[in-house]
């Protein structure tokens, strides 16, 4: 008896013990709702960051600015053509109506290009399109970075009357201003202020472009005034293509056009006649040199057919070389001996003398 009354507090004590446990552990759902809630904050401030934060991208400068440069060239080849269709019109008649016909251009170009959600012809080579930069301040989930709206209806008017309206009405009023001469100070000063104003507003652009010019190199957003006003920003069309024109392509390209241009600088600077002047004396065959100079026209090396006489140093050349040389050149000298020229005069001896002046 005694031992089953020394075991029984035994038993007693042990499903008191576990009594006490039990009631210090927290219910299953309780072990699970704590840390969520301590989670939930982090959780929540982590998935608002990654998808309403954008990400940024870097769009290549150069495609952007070759974009820009295809889409003047293929302007100029529009061109091109449209002035082949009237060349049989009366001459000078498309030069009057030149900023007409670019403006005509460029608004064909921004009617079935920009107006119908398409790139240019140069933008869309360089694998770009528009986008409207505003939208993404309020998009949501974003997972490349290459995602939004393109250009939004006002904002395409708005880069039409900028780009074609813009640029004619100031290519016409540039035009007209210099016809008028509005610059000299002869005029009355109601055009004077206005040119002023023009030169003012014309230099106020040029220091803007070269001032947004700085900060797309920087940034690599906005190629000119009119993008960054309408904050339509060029992005890659295709996240797995980067540009449809390959690098050896664009460097013949560039190479040749500024080869090109160094050499428009250049050819009017050089005279072919003081080249050949300064080459002479170190000619191998002076006694052949001499003889033509004897026969032929300096200018372009042929047998005079109307022979004239420069004056006062008697060199002989053709009527029209000479002629044209000295309505081209106020002070043309001669093309042997360097003298200038103040007068022609006719080979044959008859005193028909014509002073340059004249002429």
């Not at 020394?6 to 007693?12: E, Q, T, V």
């Not at 219910?27 to 840390?35: G, I, L, T, V």
């Not at 026969?295 to 420069?310: D, G, M, N, R, W």
Request: net charge positive; proline share 5%.
């Amino acid at each position: 008896m005694d031992k089953e009354i020394l075991a029984a507090p035994s038993s007693s004590s042990s499903s008191s013990t576990a009594s006490m446990s039990n009631t210090n552990l927290p219910p299953p759902e309780d072990a699970w709702f704590d840390p969520y809630q301590k989670l939930l904050p982090h959780w929540q401030s982590h998935s608002h960051s990654s998808y309403q934060s954008t990400i940024p991208i870097s769009i290549s400068r150069v495609n952007q600015v070759d974009a820009a440069r295809l889409d003047i060239e293929m302007s100029a080849m529009l061109k091109e053509q449209l002035v082949k269709v009237f060349s049989l019109m009366k001459p000078g008649m498309l030069f009057q109506y030149e900023a007409e016909l670019d403006a005509f251009i460029e608004f064909l170009i921004w009617r079935f290009s920009i107006w119908v959600d398409k790139p240019t012809p140069g933008i869309a080579l360089m694998n770009l399109r528009y986008r409207d930069e505003r939208a993404m301040a309020t998009r949501g989930k974003v997972r490349t970075g290459l995602e939004g709206p393109g250009l939004t209806v006002a904002q395409k008017i708005w880069y039409c009357v900028a780009t074609v309206g813009g640029q004619y009405i100031w290519a016409r009023l540039q035009s007209f201003s210099a016809f008028r001469r509005w610059g000299d100070s002869e005029q009355r000063s109601f055009a004077r202020r206005a040119w002023m104003l023009i030169q003012r507003i014309e230099g106020l652009h040029k220091a803007a472009s070269f001032g947004n010019l700085l900060i797309f190199l920087y940034t690599g957003r906005y190629r000119n005034l009119i993008e960054r006003a309408l904050r339509a920003r060029l992005v890659y069309g295709n996240p797995n293509m980067n540009r449809a024109v390959s690098f050896e392509y664009m460097n013949r390209q560039l190479v040749w056009n500024e080869f090109s241009e160094m050499l428009l600088l250049l050819l009017p600077l050089l005279n072919s006649s003081s080249v050949r002047n300064f080459l002479r004396p170190f000619s191998k065959d002076k006694s052949s040199s001499t003889a033509e100079d004897d026969t032929a026209c300096p200018i372009c090396l042929a047998s005079p057919t109307i022979p004239f006489l420069a004056l006062p140093c008697q060199h002989r050349y053709c009527y029209y070389c000479l002629r044209t040389r000295c309505a081209a050149v106020a002070s043309f000298r001669c093309s042997r001996c360097s003298e200038p020229v103040t007068a022609m005069q006719r080979h044959s001896g008859v005193s028909n003398l014509i002073a340059k002046k004249d002429h």
